[in-house]
């Protein structure tokens, strides 16, 4: 199977996550609560041991530990300003920044683009770390989607239209994944960059969008399952090494 088939596969499945927002709308407010605090404890778990336990190794394969660690820094950097400038992740079912629903739409679709560049790069540097990048951008999404379709709702439009948007910017990470295809034919440099940078993306996620998640709850027990599902999503990563 070639990686163009990985790569089109992988970006699929990523982008069908954006369908699950619809499974939410039989559940309580209080019941979404608890099953985002899991989601987002094992996809900080996901992405931090995507980051230090394939990512970086892999790209420092390709280039020195000072030219690796520079971009994974840039990387960092321009998650910030990109989550800044263009859009926000929302774990509640209501989120007061996306107000502006489709400013929301256009910042998913670049976010869904960078991560088909992402998996694409992967994929073309080897087959396990791509399911391993997979596997950590689909831990993120779900969070993600839910908290997403509840914003376009929030913000106006209806359960179904929110729906189809939402699978439409979920879909550009299929194109973000071709064009990475194609473009790392053309230019030899392509892992050297996108490994480290999407190292760096995944790590701002984690630390500075997901984790501080985990420490607005101050009930013991569920403290305790969202730090378990955290230790989960880093395991995982950790035994997708030996596959």
Same mark, same amino acid.
């Given at each position: 199977?070639s990686s163009l088939?990985?790569?089109?596969a992988?970006t699929?499945?990523?982008?069908?996550?954006s369908?699950?927002?619809?499974?939410t709308?039989?559940?309580?407010?209080?019941? #979404?609560?608890k099953?985002?605090?899991?989601?987002?404890? %094992?996809?900080? !778990?996901?992405?931090?041991?995507? $980051? =230090? *336990?394939?990512l970086?190794?892999?790209?420092?394969?390709?280039?020195?530990?000072?030219t690796?660690?520079?971009i994974?820094?840039?990387g960092?950097?321009?998650?910030f300003l990109l989550?800044?400038?263009l859009?926000?992740h929302?774990?509640?079912?209501?989120?007061?920044?996306?107000?502006f629903?489709? #400013?929301?739409?256009?910042?998913?679709?670049?976010?869904? %683009?960078?991560? !088909?560049?992402?998996l694409?790069a $992967? =994929? *073309?540097t080897?087959?396990?770390l791509g399911?391993?990048?997979?596997?950590?951008?689909?831990?993120?999404?779900?969070?993600q989607?839910i908290?997403?379709?509840?914003?376009?709702?929030y913000?106006g439009?209806?359960k179904?239209?929110?729906?189809?948007?939402n699978?439409v910017?979920?879909?550009?990470? #299929?194109?973000?994944?071709?064009?990475?295809?194609?473009?790392?034919?053309?230019?030899?440099?392509?892992m050297?960059?996108? *490994?480290?940078?999407?190292?760096g993306?995944?790590?701002?996620?984690?630390?500075v969008?997901?984790?501080?998640?985990?420490?607005?709850?101050?009930?013991?027990?569920?403290?305790?399952?969202s730090?378990?599902?955290?230790?989960a999503?880093?395991?995982?990563?950790?035994?997708?090494?030996?596959?």
């Amino acid at each position: 199977m070639s990686s163009l088939y990985w790569i089109i596969a992988a970006t699929l499945f990523v982008s069908l996550i954006s369908l699950i927002g619809i499974f939410t709308l039989s559940l309580s407010a209080r019941s #979404l609560k608890k099953i985002l605090l899991v989601l987002v404890g %094992f996809s900080a !778990g996901t992405l931090m041991g995507g $980051a =230090f *336990l394939h990512l970086v190794p892999e790209s420092l394969e390709f280039s020195s530990p000072d030219t690796i660690f520079s971009i994974l820094i840039l990387g960092f950097i321009v998650f910030f300003l990109l989550e800044k400038i263009l859009w926000r992740h929302c774990h509640k079912d209501h989120c007061e920044i996306h107000s502006f629903a489709f #400013l929301n739409l256009f910042g998913d679709a670049v976010h869904n %683009f960078i991560d !088909g560049l992402i998996l694409a790069a $992967a =994929f *073309l540097t080897n087959i396990q770390l791509g399911i391993a990048t997979t596997l950590a951008v689909a831990a993120h999404e779900i969070p993600q989607e839910i908290g997403d379709f509840g914003v376009l709702v929030y913000g106006g439009f209806g359960k179904k239209k929110a729906l189809v948007l939402n699978l439409v910017t979920a879909l550009t990470a #299929l194109l973000g994944g071709v064009f990475g295809y194609y473009l790392s034919s053309y230019m030899d440099n392509t892992m050297i960059f996108l *490994l480290p940078f999407a190292a760096g993306g995944f790590l701002y996620i984690a630390a500075v969008d997901l984790l501080p998640e985990l420490h607005k709850e101050t009930d013991k027990w569920k403290t305790t399952f969202s730090f378990g599902s955290f230790i989960a999503g880093i395991v995982l990563m950790w035994a997708l090494k030996f596959i």
